[in-house]
């Protein structure tokens, strides 16, 4: 299973256009988020950015994976979310 976090990372990192960029957003150092984007990478069998030029830019499996990697962010929260409110003693609908 990919861990949540190498998902924010790869979003943030396709939304923000740059591994340096991302890495504001997200409180984390460059190589972080490198690291992070690597990892994943290795972990599916998968090239997600083409680093070819000043920035990175999707390939075309990053660009297939990016709208699953947000659904699996969203769906995450919501669940985290739902938890939170049950914990919590309130209803949930």
Do not use: C, W
């Not at 075309?60 to 994976?65: K, R």
């Amino acid at each position: 299973m990919v861990s949540h976090d190498l998902l924010i990372t790869f979003t943030t990192a396709a939304e923000t256009g740059s591994f340096s960029a991302a890495s504001r957003v997200l409180g984390r150092r460059q190589s972080t988020v490198s690291a992070n984007i690597a990892k994943l990478e290795d972990t599916l069998g998968i090239t997600l950015f083409d680093r070819v030029g000043e920035y990175p830019s999707l390939t075309e499996s990053g660009v297939h994976l990016y709208d699953s990697a947000k659904l699996v962010i969203e769906s995450n929260e919501r669940f985290t979310n739902t938890v939170a409110l049950l914990l919590e003693g309130h209803p949930v609908n």
